[in-house]
């Protein structure tokens, strides 16, 4: 059964950083793109930044370019999100999404920013 | 960056009822490697996202014939022939050819 488990939210004042995390597991991870996208309250989905199998691509969206950095470790099955320099506009729920067709999804881990 | 508008925002159904969504692109979504990469998820309430159709038409594995997708370019259409209680919820388009943009999503309702 494939799994992908997110962790890694919180709150967080503006202007700090947070770092999340995604578990996969029931697939071969290091063959596949992997996704970001996020979900404010209320609101729809946005795509916030995407991964090639090897790292070698990387894309994000104009709201988080300079802010974000996506990376993975293939050993250890894990994509990650390091988000600086948060605004309160970065509240949302994050989803991690696996294959370029987002075939798989997590549950999500609540990022808060508020002072 | 290419924006995808989805028409309805809101979709009003009875059971038994064929509904068709709208996903529009501000450009081409056909690859240079001759693929085109627009997907369309279904969002139940509580629930993340899960892709029903890939490639605009191919179905996922597990995801009832009833839902059909068309299209090419920049216009496609998601199809539910015979809409049922458990398709309720906000249905997307995603296109994955030029970075990744979701669609503004469309809310299908009981009527």
């Known amino acids: ?115 | 960056d290419v924006v995808l508008t989805q028409t309805p925002p809101t979709l009003s159904a009875t059971i038994g009822q064929s509904v068709s969504i709208s996903c529009r692109s501000s450009q081409s979504l056909l690859h240079s490697n001759g693929n085109t990469y627009l997907n369309w998820l279904l969002q139940r309430p509580g629930q993340p996202p899960q892709l029903l159709i890939y490639l605009v038409s191919r179905l996922e594995s597990g995801v009832p014939n009833r839902f059909s997708g068309s299209g090419s370019g920049t216009d496609f259409t998601l199809k539910i022939s015979g809409v049922e209680a458990e398709d309720l919820g906000v249905y997307y388009c995603v296109q994955s050819t030029h970075a990744r943009t979701f669609g503004g999503g469309t809310k299908l309702e009981l009527k």
């Open chain 1, 1 to 115: 059964e494939v799994q992908l488990v997110e962790s890694g939210g919180g709150l967080v004042q503006p202007g700090r950083s947070l770092k999340l995390s995604c578990l996969a597991s029931g697939f071969t991870f290091s063959n596949y793109g992997m996704n970001w996208i996020r979900q404010a309250p209320g609101k729809g989905l946005e795509w916030v930044a995407s991964i090639s199998s090897s790292s070698s691509y990387i894309y994000y969206a104009d709201t988080v370019k300079g802010r974000f950095t996506i990376s993975r470790d293939n050993a250890k099955n894990t994509l990650y999100l390091q988000m600086t320099s948060l605004r309160s506009e970065d509240t949302a729920l994050y989803y991690c999404a696996g294959t370029t067709t987002f075939a798989y999804w997590g549950q999500g881990t609540l990022v808060t920013v508020s002072s």
